[in-house]
């Protein structure tokens, strides 16, 4: 994702083109076993805009390493305010993974279940190597939990945007890979 360098309404289009051709990649990279994680940052002087986006790593420890590391692995998603919450986990034959992990389904059901905080009445949607998959609204006060089933026989990878009503991203999730 490009660096948020003006208000959204500005960048919004270049912003959906970076997206779109991050997707794009994405399947053909995660099958060559290597994928560039998607991260959000600003450079701006604007009153109000400095970390808006920004990219929230999850690391095993508060440390330069820990988090260099997460962020390699791409264990990390964007968040588009510091209201926003996101928590992505996929689960099968009593194995669970998170963003940018690994789950070893084989052939059995997955459950994706997304917990979301901060967004009145967005959408979280699910996206796969076939572009959304499913998508689902969340309630009027901004927390919900969402889950949808898939299996690695109709996706290599899940991964989760939430937007906001006017449709403005609020968050977006590195890939959860379904082996």
Same mark, same amino acid.
């Given at each position: 994702?490009?660096?948020?360098? +003006? ?19 994405? +399947? *053909? ?12 940052? !600003? ?15 999850? +690391? #095993? #420890?508060? !440390? %330069? ?10 264990? /990390?998603?964007?968040?588009? !305010?510091? =209201?926003? #919450?996101?928590?992505? *986990? ?20 997955? &459950?994706?279940?997304?917990? &979301? ?10 996206? *796969? ?5 499913? /998508? ?6 901004? *927390? ?8 690695? %026989?109709? /996706? %290599? ?13 609020? =968050? ?8």
């Amino acid at each position: 994702m490009p660096e948020l360098n +003006a208000p959204p309404t500005r960048v919004a289009g270049h912003n959906e083109a970076a997206l779109a051709e991050w997707g794009r990649g994405l +399947a *053909t990279d995660i099958h060559r076993g290597r994928w560039r994680p998607a991260m959000g940052n !600003s450079d701006t002087h604007l009153a109000g805009q400095i970390a808006i986006p920004h990219t929230v790593v999850l +690391a #095993e #420890e508060l !440390s %330069a390493y820990a988090i260099l590391a997460g962020i390699r692995a791409g264990r /990390s998603w964007i968040a588009g !305010s510091f =209201a926003v #919450e996101l928590s992505c *986990t996929a689960s099968a034959g009593g194995r669970s993974a998170g963003i940018g992990e690994r789950l070893k389904a084989g052939d059995a059901p997955v &459950v994706v279940r997304v917990d &979301v905080r901060g967004v009145p009445s967005g959408t979280v949607g699910f996206h *796969t190597e076939q572009g959304r998959a499913h /998508s689902a609204s969340l309630p009027e006060s901004g *927390t919900g939990a969402v889950e949808w089933r898939t299996g690695t %026989a109709d /996706s %290599a990878y899940v991964r989760i945007e939430v937007r906001r009503p006017d449709g403005h991203m609020a =968050a977006l999730g590195n890939p959860i890979i379904l082996a």
